[in-house]
């Protein structure tokens, strides 16, 4: 539970609950230059909003309880595919020197940068419904990465504004969960290469660019059309609140400023503390909510069409969509259409594609058809050259096969495997060993 901040509900400010139980935003005044028109309220359930942070259960995961608490995160992404999303890092340190084509290509420049020389620290996690409505248990999943400050570089500034939010990086240091880990887990969670997932974000470049670090592997590309590729793949929905405040009523309005300001403006009280991943996803979820339902009741779809995808500070959010041709000619939307999923009977545990496969989309998109042929070839002896026969998976190489065999689930699928009588092992190899994740 988020009691172990130390956060006085009472500070909360009042006024925001009804009788019954029941929140209505007619109960703010209204905001500069809506005194013409008011638009009708909706009354939303507090289920949507919590009040304090008794009602919330802050999921607080680390190396010792990444699988269980994912496994907990795949249960609830059927029926709450809002995913608000917040990332904690080691600020910012390096400064790309150079010419550029605008502010928005010197911004990648600077991300790609720290990105590729960082480590993220914190990732939070937020699951609605299109409500906003919070599942039954109020779930906050908050996950902490490793990071060693004698070791991993950072910016001091940011540090002490960690230490001041209360990170222990000693347990950071010690209890951290690795890089691979988080990421191979996030690709298989369902939440990726997935549309009816719609990603809630403030200011996000950064956000993503982490995110798709931890999913690949490599750093991310020079080139900032190939990762806006690659974030319209991983992410094909996804809204930016940043971006959302240029739109006609929220820039009439004059709301301006970070999360926190812009949350003080909209009365979302904060739940949590400051500057923890867990709580400032739970603050962009409710921040969007409360700008969606005061600005964009009747025209959601329209300027949902205009700014999904966009991130602000980079050119797309801008100039709109980007060439989608590769210099072989080749549609790239044709080459990546990500291939249809299906889930467990059993478990609906592992909803998304496996962390190989997205790899071999992105990182080489014009082999992907064809390898993919010559490995699923029943025909060939040994099912292809790079076949881990224990989890009955292809790779389109041996690197790839590698770091699939250093995983805790494929160790775990083999350690199965052995402890299973002869006859029933050899049965396993012939069809693959088929256990869950």
Request: glycine share 6%; charged share 25%.
């Amino acid at each position: 539970m988020l009691a172990s901040n130390g956060i006085d509900s009472a500070k909360i400010k009042p006024g925001i609950l009804r009788a019954k139980l029941v929140f209505s935003f007619d109960c703010f005044p209204l905001l500069p230059q809506q005194t013409k028109k008011r638009r009708r309220p909706m009354t939303v359930t507090t289920n949507a909003f919590p009040s304090s942070f008794k009602e919330i259960t802050l999921h607080d995961v680390w190396a010792n309880n990444l699988e269980a608490e994912f496994a907990k995160l795949r249960d609830l992404i059927d029926a709450y595919p809002f995913v608000a999303m917040d990332t904690e890092y080691p600020g910012v340190i390096a400064t790309p020197v150079g010419q550029f084509r605008s502010k928005e290509d010197f911004n990648y420049q600077q991300l790609r940068l720290n990105v590729d020389c960082l480590k993220l620290i914190q990732v939070g996690f937020t699951l609605t419904n299109e409500k906003g409505q919070l599942p039954p248990g109020r779930d906050i999943f908050q996950f902490n990465l490793h990071f060693d400050p004698s070791t991993d570089s950072f910016a001091h500034t940011s540090l002490e504004l960690l230490k001041a939010a209360g990170f222990d990086f000693n347990k950071h240091q010690t209890e951290g969960i690795k890089l691979e880990d988080f990421g191979e887990l996030l690709t298989t969670s369902g939440l990726v290469v997935e549309p009816r997932i719609t990603w809630l974000t403030f200011h996000s470049c950064f956000d993503f660019g982490y995110l798709i670090r931890a999913i690949m592997l490599v750093k991310l590309p020079e080139d900032e059309k190939d990762f806006f590729r690659f974030h319209r793949k991983l992410f094909p929905n996804s809204f930016d609140i940043k971006i959302l405040l240029r739109q006609a009523g929220p820039r009439d309005a004059m709301l301006k400023g970070g999360l926190q300001e812009l949350a003080d403006q909209l009365h979302v009280p904060r739940i949590g503390q400051c500057h923890q991943a867990g709580s400032d996803s739970l603050l962009t979820a409710m921040t969007f909510f409360k700008l969606q339902e005061l600005f964009f009741a009747e025209n959601w779809k329209e300027v949902a069409s205009a700014v999904q995808g966009h991130m602000a500070g980079l050119s797309n959010s801008q100039n709109g969509t980007i060439n989608s041709i590769n210099n072989n000619g080749e549609n790239l939307d044709d080459i990546l259409m990500p291939k249809k999923h299906t889930q467990s009977n059993k478990t609906k545990k592992r909803a998304g594609r496996d962390l190989d496969e997205i790899h071999a989309d992105l990182i080489k998109p014009g082999k992907v058809a064809k390898l993919q042929n010559q490995l699923l070839d029943d025909d060939l002896p040994g099912r292809g050259q790079h076949y881990c026969v224990t989890c009955d998976r292809h790779f389109v190489d041996g690197d790839a096969k590698a770091r699939h065999e250093r995983t805790k689930g494929h160790k775990r699928r083999l350690h199965a495997l052995k402890e299973k009588p002869h006859t029933q092992r050899e049965a396993d190899l012939a069809g693959g060993l088929g256990v869950d994740d």
